[in-house]
């Protein structure tokens, strides 16, 4: 059929600026007239026209309430804006980090590649009706667009008088593979429904040592969970774990993709993936099943993860620091060594002294996956992570549930590969402990604290900023909350200038710096849809093989008393305790 392009006046919306992760608000506000419209056309003015005319464009998502609405939108405006042609994953399910894989690896039968995607979702966020939605732009390097664009995307939806669509096409079938062509004024315009799945298995298989995996996954010793929190990764986890690495169907927990996550959270840390949690014997009360080996967890777009063993919880930031420990041996794809590791700010120092003893580049860099982006470009990192359990390397531009999932599974691999009819397994636990044997442990825990008034958590941020000015007060204060913690040495905001374009990114965290190379950090947190999210990082270096093993939080105690009384979070927040510890 011929479709007509029609220009639709609209009048630009307040607060439509784009954060690191996109555009993230609740779904009655996306759903208002011209809402979700005006954010598209403006993105598509904020891109040269050599990426949007003739170009190839990926929309799908988590599968989230209002995707499949915002789908055929979005399909209806490229067509209006003379894209060539759009790719959607069935049943408009794609994970972040399959976008990224499709975006850099997928050639359609034309030879076409993707110019870039719009994602739809609001991550580790709560969906339905009454909860999130999100949106975001990635680049045809597969990765999150930068900040110039998604800087002239919220300045065009300050100015924006009309936008383009197609409202005669049809609605597309996304439930069926296959391929809708059209005619318009600019002339063909295709859609193509193609496998979610197949270009990011196909990726994992050329990365990983598949083979070495499934013999550990059928070793009558080994036991494993995977749980997906009814997130998209439960279009991946059947075809990876079941059918390409032989794992039991009842391996798998919540993989069955929801428009509201069965009504939870879909947020892999140890307070929301309660069922997984109990399953490996976390949970509160003791269960009189054995718990399997190895446990993880995915967000609902699948880009972040939880590690677990048998009652053994591991930290995102021990996490990353072990991947790449054990990566050259391990995973075939680094066989050739790494170019260099990366972590966020807030993470925990643990990959820093991965890095020195293998003498490797490394790289401390604000929140936010752009930052690691530049670096793989670059050609200077390999492997990069930050404590917001996310992990990932240099094969996409996301962080990548599943790929993290798939190296800890191939570590364990490596380590048992002439064990697997001995009497014990190497366990996770075990390969936790011998790292910090070697390095040292990094005592980490983080505690949010959620929908904040957003006026007080500021009001806080700005009294830490004034205190550090003055070492003297601050150590006055945390002397007076604990004589047995050490001084304050340094007391800053984190700056970083990329080293690859030369950008500064300032006011990225306030930092504690004290003289036993423990660190307090407090963040604003702008992943949520509404208040706001106080992140307080604490961090604890212990060499001493011999005290590696105490309790986390008890060992972080006295540090915790500390950053509550310079923070005065009690004061300011009205909060006692806060709404997730991980």
């Not at 990353?320 to 120092?349: C, E, H, Q, W």
């Not at 690859?500 to 965290?509: C, L, R």
Request: hydrophobic share 40%; aromatic share 10%.
């Amino acid at each position: 059929m011929v479709f007509k392009v029609s220009k639709v006046s609209t009048t630009p919306i307040d607060g439509q600026k784009p954060g690191t992760s996109g555009l993230r608000k609740k779904v009655k506000v996306f759903i208002q007239p011209h809402y979700l419209q005006n954010f598209v056309q403006s993105t598509f003015n904020a891109l040269t026209p050599e990426k949007v005319r003739g170009a190839t464009l990926v929309v799908s998502g988590d599968g989230r309430y209002f995707s499949k609405d915002a789908i055929q939108i979005i399909i209806k405006m490229s067509a209006a804006n003379g894209v060539r042609r759009v790719w959607v994953g069935q049943n408009g399910l794609l994970s972040t980090p399959a976008v990224s894989a499709v975006i850099r690896e997928r050639v359609g039968v034309d030879g076409s590649k993707a110019n870039g995607a719009f994602i739809l979702t609001a991550s580790h966020n709560p969906g339905g009706p009454h909860e999130d939605f999100g949106i975001k732009y990635n680049m045809e390097n597969g990765g999150p667009a930068p900040e110039a664009i998604t800087d002239k995307i919220f300045e065009n939806t300050k100015t924006i008088t009309e936008y383009l669509i197609a409202e005669d096409l049809p609605n597309i079938d996304i439930s069926t593979i296959g391929v809708a062509n059209f005619l318009g004024p600019e002339g063909q315009f295709d859609v193509e429904v193609f496998d979610s799945a197949g270009d990011y298995v196909k990726l994992m298989k050329s990365i990983f040592d598949f083979e070495l995996i499934r013999k550990l996954l059928s070793s009558s010793k080994f036991t494993f969970c995977y749980d997906a929190l009814h997130g998209v990764a439960g279009a991946y986890a059947h075809r990876i774990f079941v059918e390409e690495l032989g794992a039991q169907e009842s391996s798998l927990l919540n993989c069955v993709p929801k428009e509201d996550f069965g009504g939870g959270h879909p947020d892999p840390n140890l307070t929301y993936a309660k069922e997984l949690v109990a399953r490996m014997g976390l949970g509160k009360s003791d269960s009189a099943v054995d718990p399997p080996e190895f446990g993880a967890a995915a967000d609902g777009d699948a880009d972040r993860n939880m590690i677990l063993g048998k009652r053994f919880f591991v930290t995102p930031s021990d996490s990353v620091a072990i991947i790449a420990a054990n990566a050259v041996d391990a995973i075939p794809y680094f066989s050739s060594g790494l170019k260099g590791v990366a972590r966020s700010m807030p993470t925990s120092a643990a990959l820093d002294v991965v890095a020195k003893n293998l003498n490797l580049k490394f790289f401390e860099v604000p929140t936010g996956w752009k930052f690691f982006g530049n670096l793989m470009d670059a050609g200077l990192c390999s492997i990069c992570g930050e404590e917001s359990f996310g992990t990932g390397s240099d094969h996409i531009r996301e962080k990548d549930g599943i790929w993290a999932v798939l190296a800890w599974l191939s570590i364990l691999a490596f380590k048992n590969k002439e064990n697997l009819n001995g009497d014990k397994l190497v366990t996770v636990e075990d390969i936790v402990r011998q790292h910090w044997a070697i390095y040292g442990r990094h005592y980490y825990t983080r505690y949010d604290y959620e929908n904040v008034d957003a006026g007080a958590a500021k009001d806080l941020m700005a009294c830490l900023v004034k205190l550090q000015s003055s070492l003297d007060e601050i150590n006055s204060i945390v002397k007076g909350a604990r004589s047995d913690v050490s001084n304050v040495v340094n007391a800053d905001e984190f700056e970083y200038k990329d080293p690859v374009d030369g950008s500064v990114s300032k006011h990225q965290g306030i930092r504690f710096l004290f003289e036993d190379g423990s660190r307090l950090v407090f963040r604003l947190s702008g992943t949520g849809s509404e208040g706001a999210t106080i992140r307080l990082y604490i961090e604890q270096y212990e060499k001493d093989s011999s005290k590696t093993g105490r309790d986390s939080q008890g060992a972080l105690a006295p540090l915790v008393e500390v950053a509550l009384k310079l923070s005065k979070m009690l004061e300011f927040t009205g909060r006692s305790a806060p709404t997730v510890i991980t």
